[in-house]
Structure formats: C-alpha cells, structure tokens
C-alpha cells in the first residue's frame, strides 16, 4: 500500500519546506517594512511658531496648521 521512504529523503523534504517558509516569511516581512518606510518618509514635521507644538502631517506639505491653536504654519527643514 504505501512504500518505504528513506529517511535521508523525508529530512531533506522537511527541511527543504521549512526553508520555504522562512523565504516567504522574509519577504513578506521585508516588503511591509518598506511600506512603513515609505508611508513614514512622506510625512512632514511642523513647529507651531506661537505654541512651539510640534506635530507632523501626512503627505509633503508646505504648510499645515497648528491642532492646538490653529495657526498656519510652515514645514521645518533639516
């Protein structure tokens, strides 16, 4: 019914699925940090000129204004 299967065969199939998995996990892992990379990279950080709040937006934007106070505000540069 079933045939014997040596077991230097049956290892290497083990190990050969268990380095698939870990391939996959990679990259799987390695392309939602580029995401979050990405989506970090494109937020821009502000500094309230009147209540010295400092907060980021979404998006490149030149300008943004201030949650606590409402001030517009320009992007800080580095």
């Known amino acids: 019914m079933f045939q014997p299967i040596d077991l230097s065969v049956f290892l290497a199939c083990i190990v050969g ?24 990279r494109l937020t821009t950080v502000f500094s309230c000129r009147q209540c010295a709040l400092v907060f980021v937006r979404p998006r490149r934007r030149e300008e943004a204004s201030c949650p606590q106070c409402g001030t517009s505000n320009t992007r800080l540069k580095f």
């Open 17 to 40: 699925v268990v380095l698939f998995v870990l391939l996959c996990l990679q990259a799987w892992y390695d392309r939602r940090d580029s995401i979050l990379v990405d989506h970090r």
